[in-house]
Structures are given as structure tokens and as C-alpha cells.
């Protein structure tokens, strides 16, 4: 069984930064990892994914050239830097792991999920 916790989010005005944090324990194997957040009223929705080695990322168009997501396997640790943030941006942030290599933006091909965390950006 795999933990995942996620850590970092909070209060910031427009524009400016986040870095959240997703801690891995248990049996952490080399599946590929991602962030997925869900607004109020909204579905979940695909932020950014990475594979084991760093080697491969994938970003949702929205938030593209303003956030970077990368590993640290040393460490069993994900991070997503969000930059220039915005409103839109507000919702609950949750890290996943799937047990295949290959990157997915499908909130099903992950089977290990976080407890999530708050990311709120005030206008």
C-alpha cells in the first residue's frame, strides 16, 4: 500500500507563488506521479504529471509556463511549484500515483491518491 500526503497550499493574492510537496511511504515503487485539482461544483481535473526518472512531464494547457512539477526519488517526494497564480487557480490540490511508467492525464489510470490540500488565491 502506498501514502501520499500532500503539504504546501494556503492563502496567496494573484500573482503570486506555491510550492506544494507530496510525501510518499509504504511500498513506493517506480509508478509515475501527478497532481489533479478539484474546484466547488467541479470534477477533478488533470494539472501535471511526471515519470519515475524526471524524464518525461505533462501539463495542462491552463496552467502551462506557470507551474513545474518534478521528484525527488531520494527523497519519495513530488513537488509542484505554481508561479504567477491565479483566481481560477483556487481548489483543492491532490497528489496520485499510478502503478505504470508512462505519464496519464486520466484521473482513473491513477490507483493511489492523496488527501489533498487547499490552494486559495485571492483576486
Known amino acids: 500500500q502506498v501514502q501520499l500526503v500532500e503539504s504546501g497550499g494556503g492563502l496567496v493574492q494573484t500573482g503570486g507563488s506555491l510550492r506544494l510537496s507530496c510525501a510518499a511511504s509504504?511500498?513506493?515503487?517506480?509508478?509515475?506521479m501527478g497532481w489533479f485539482r478539484q474546484a466547488p461544483g467541479k470534477d477533478r481535473e488533470f494539472v501535471a504529471a511526471?515519470?519515475?526518472?524526471?524524464?518525461?512531464?505533462d501539463y495542462a494547457d491552463s496552467v502551462k509556463g506557470r507551474f513545474t512539477v518534478s521528484r525527488d526519488n531520494a527523497k519519495n517526494t513530488m513537488y509542484l511549484q505554481m508561479n504567477s497564480l491565479k483566481p481560477e487557480d483556487t481548489a483543492e490540490y491532490y497528489c496520485?500515483?499510478?502503478?505504470?511508467?508512462?505519464?496519464?492525464?486520466?484521473?482513473?489510470?491513477?490507483?493511489?491518491w492523496g488527501q489533498g490540500t487547499q490552494v486559495t488565491v485571492s483576486s
Open positions: 496520485a500515483q499510478r502503478v505504470g511508467a508512462f505519464i496519464a492525464p486520466q484521473t482513473y489510470a491513477y490507483q493511489y
Open positions: 509504504g511500498r513506493t515503487f517506480s509508478g509515475a
Open positions: 511526471i515519470t519515475w526518472n524526471g524524464a518525461t512531464t
